[in-house]
């Protein structure tokens, strides 16, 4: 199946340009959430490089993100760059765990292959992808079962009718 980043600027923009001030644009090297502002008419999610994957991580985030974070450049989260020490490394997980579930999700539903993210490349430890991966699957089972958030779950099913995916269930998601 073919995944071009111009596909999800397209879906996400007709979704949510006018009825929440949101556009999806490729950026350069690193990617960026952007509030409206005097300089942008537009809340502007930025990802990196015109890499699909990119694209699913930063949509995830924008999709968890309240109203007061989406205030707010990068949604006010703090981030420890690369080279993180084991206990810096662990709070960074607890973090992404929602939203990764969430990209988890929205590459599901493009058909897309999901990998966690443990973004640690030269930290004083090696991550443990699979307790990671497991723990972003049961955040993805609990989404399915309670509900999948809102923003989420119209990018989701705009995804399933545009790549013409199956349905989500637990079988789908396998470590």
């Not at 199946?1 to 950026?27: A, K, P, W």
Request: net charge negative.
């Amino acid at each position: 199946m073919r995944h071009d980043y111009n596909d999800l600027i397209v879906i996400f923009n007709r979704l949510f340009l006018e009825s929440l001030n949101t556009e999806l644009l490729l950026g350069g090297d690193e990617p960026i959430y952007l509030p409206a502002s005097s300089e942008r008419e537009h809340n502007q999610i930025i990802f990196a490089r015109g890499y699909f994957a990119s694209a699913m991580h930063e949509l995830a985030h924008w999709c968890i993100a309240g109203v007061e974070r989406r205030k707010l450049e990068d949604y006010g989260y703090w981030y420890e760059p690369d080279g993180r020490s084991e206990a810096i490394q662990a709070e960074f997980e607890k973090v992404e765990i929602k939203p990764q579930a969430i990209e988890w999700i929205l590459s599901a539903s493009c058909g897309f292959k999901f990998q966690v993210s443990c973004d640690n490349l030269s930290g004083d430890c090696e991550p443990d992808r699979v307790a990671f991966t497991l723990k972003v699957r049961e955040q993805v089972l609990t989404y399915l079962e309670c509900g999948i958030p809102e923003r989420a779950k119209m990018l989701s099913d705009a995804f399933l009718s545009h790549y013409k995916t199956t349905s989500l269930n637990s079988d789908v998601f396998h470590t």
